[in-house]
């Protein structure tokens, strides 16, 4: 009962974190691996994705109802997602990802300078292109991000924020919310192939859902009620937690 409160506490905060800006797995992966440590990894990984679907699916309904998405352009990327995330895990099998385990410290730092760099960035609403075009792009976000979920994972929300921001004009609001949408793309993606492979304690995944999708409904709320400014500032500290997290794991552990 112990473990499982400890992880039902973590997912609470995680689908806070995920809702508002992605970012949740740096709080729920570290306590599942140190709640139980001779689990296979695999497993808990799985566990995680059976519990951190529900609340990004339930934080996708909550921006639905209050933000203006183009969903022309949001479902086929949607789609891309969930094949890049397929081929990510499949990738994964076949490859070491050792050497994005040491890029990826220094890519997330490059996020967070130009995100530093560019104070006015993602604090407007101002979407480029047409819906054609902006199909195009998202599609091409969503598979390559979808991809790197499969084969890696750390700070996919994130990534999905930033480059709607940056390749689409949307404020960190509405990029926020159309992360949540290819997020549940790829979670969901990935939860099929560990769940596949025996790789989810569902008993536990069960009771970290509830605990994630009110976090998630939280989480949500005060993102819509602060706005885009709130939002970045979540960016902010979640893409240097992040810097901290995997420069530790590469460079120190």
Same mark, same amino acid.
């Given at each position: 009962?112990?473990?499982? %409160?400890?992880?039902?506490?973590?997912?609470?905060?995680?689908? %806070?974190?995920?809702?508002?800006?992605?970012?949740?797995?740096?709080?729920?992966?570290?306590?599942?691996? +140190?709640?139980?440590?001779?689990?296979?990894?695999?497993?808990?990984?799985?566990?995680?994705?059976?519990?951190?679907?529900?609340?990004?699916? !339930?934080?996708?309904?909550? @921006?639905?109802?209050?933000?203006?998405?183009?969903?022309?352009?949001?479902?086929?990327?949607?789609?891309?997602?969930?094949?890049?995330? %397929?081929?990510?895990?499949?990738? &994964?099998?076949? &490859?070491?990802?050792?050497?994005?385990?040491?890029?990826?410290?220094?890519?997330?730092?490059?996020?967070?300078? @130009?995100?530093?760099?560019?104070?006015?960035?993602?604090? *407007?609403?101002?979407? *480029?292109?047409?819906?054609?075009?902006?199909?195009?792009?998202?599609?091409?976000?969503?598979?390559?991000?979808?991809? @790197?979920?499969?084969?890696?994972?750390?700070?996919?929300? +994130?990534?999905?924020?930033?480059?709607?921001? *940056?390749?689409?004009?949307?404020?960190?609001?509405?990029? +926020?919310?159309?992360?949540?949408?290819?997020?549940?793309?790829?979670?969901?993606?990935?939860?099929?192939? %560990?769940?596949?492979?025996?790789?989810?304690? !569902?008993?536990?995944?069960?009771?970290?859902?509830?605990?994630?999708?009110?976090?998630?409904? &939280?989480?949500?709320?005060?993102?819509?009620?602060?706005?885009?400014?709130? &939002?970045?500032?979540?960016?902010?500290?979640?893409?240097?937690?992040?810097?901290?997290?995997?420069? @530790?794991?590469?460079?120190?552990?």
């Amino acid at each position: 009962m112990i473990e499982l %409160f400890t992880v039902a506490v973590a997912s609470l905060l995680a689908g %806070f974190v995920d809702a508002v800006v992605g970012g949740g797995g740096l709080v729920l992966v570290p306590a599942l691996f +140190s709640t139980f440590p001779n689990a296979a990894p695999a497993t808990l990984f799985g566990t995680n994705k059976g519990a951190s679907v529900w609340g990004t699916a !339930w934080a996708t309904h909550q @921006y639905a109802k209050r933000v203006s998405l183009p969903w022309l352009a949001l479902m086929p990327a949607a789609i891309a997602a969930l094949a890049g995330s %397929f081929c990510g895990a499949w990738a &994964v099998t076949q &490859v070491d990802p050792s050497g994005l385990r040491k890029a990826l410290p220094v890519i997330l730092l490059a996020v967070l300078l @130009y995100t530093l760099a560019k104070k006015d960035l993602g604090r *407007r609403h101002a979407p *480029r292109h047409t819906v054609g075009v902006q199909t195009a792009i998202a599609a091409v976000i969503g598979v390559v991000i979808g991809f @790197y979920d499969g084969f890696f994972g750390p700070g996919t929300g +994130s990534f999905f924020v930033f480059l709607f921001v *940056r390749l689409l004009g949307f404020d960190f609001l509405h990029a +926020s919310a159309t992360a949540k949408l290819l997020n549940t793309a790829t979670n969901a993606a990935a939860l099929v192939l %560990f769940a596949s492979k025996g790789h989810v304690w !569902w008993h536990i995944a069960a009771v970290m859902a509830v605990a994630n999708v009110a976090g998630s409904l &939280v989480g949500t709320r005060m993102a819509l009620a602060r706005g885009a400014g709130f &939002v970045r500032g979540m960016f902010v500290a979640v893409v240097a937690l992040l810097i901290l997290k995997t420069g @530790y794991d590469a460079f120190l552990r």
